[in-house]
Structure formats: C-alpha cells, structure tokens
C-alpha cells in the first residue's frame, strides 16, 4: 500500500480535510513502550498514553480487517510507518484522532561531509526510529510499512 492510499483511508476514517490538523508529536516524546501502552510527552509537556489494543481495533476497523486473518493469527497492526530520514514517522490509530510521531533529523555541514565520504552520519538516529518497530512486534504488534 502506498502511503496516498493510506492517508486516503486515514482522512475518511477520521474526518480530516488536511494534513495541517494531524496531532503531530516529536519523536523522541516517546517515553516507554509497554505490553498494553505507549506512553509520551504530549507538546505541553504532559504525560499521556495510547492504548495499543485500542489501535489494533480502530486499525481493523478502518481496512475493514476481520479481527483474524486465514490462519487464525491476531491482526495487531496499529497504524503505519514511513522512513524516510527527513520526514519519517509512525502514525498510530488512536480513538478520536489520529497520532503521528514525527522523526527530526537535523542535518548538519558536518553530517554532510560525513554522508559524502560515505559514512552513516544518521546511524542512531535510524537505529532509534527502527527500535520502535522493533519493541512493538516484541509484545505482539506492527505499523504497515509506507515507503
């Protein structure tokens, strides 16, 4: 799935008439990952969690996904992912509206220099957005992939 039909689904599902009105929260706001949550910093500074079940419901909800698939196995996706390094982020669905977690990558003269003589200057800053996925499929959940 590409990430137009995606935001397509999204709009319909939630309502949105633009992409301005999505709640978009940094990256690095993410506090914890556990069995039953996500809990962040919202952009007043406040505590707050997502219930990921929650979003494995709204998700099947919004793809018209029946609660198991062919093989009987649980279908715990919970929203999408797009890597990209610049403007990359995992969007979950939540109740009411949706969350996009955004990655800020700063790009630096140096950073530059680095990724022409062929290093990775972004190395922890892709192992951090990956190490996301990562904790979400080790308790039993995913983000559809849209690059």
Request: with cysteine; hydrophobic share 35%; glycine share 6%.
């Amino acid at each position: 799935m590409s990430w137009q039909e995606y935001s397509k689904i999204i709009q319909e599902e939630y309502h949105i008439e633009s992409d301005d009105t999505v709640i978009k929260i940094p990256f690095e706001n993410i506090l914890e990952v556990t069995p039953k949550e996500l809990i962040f910093k919202d952009n007043k500074g406040e505590i707050q969690k997502i219930f990921l079940e929650d979003c494995a419901r709204n998700f099947r909800e919004a793809f018209g996904l029946l609660d198991t698939d062919t093989t009987d196995r649980k279908v715990n996706g919970i929203g999408g992912r797009y890597s990209a390094r610049t403007n990359g982020f995992y969007e979950l669905f939540t109740d009411n509206h949706h969350i996009r977690f955004c990655r800020t990558t700063k790009t630096t003269p140096f950073k530059n220099f680095l990724m022409r003589i062929g290093w990775n200057a972004y190395s922890k800053d892709d192992s951090d957005f990956w190490s996301l996925e990562k904790r979400l499929r080790a308790i039993g959940y995913s983000t559809m992939d849209l690059t």
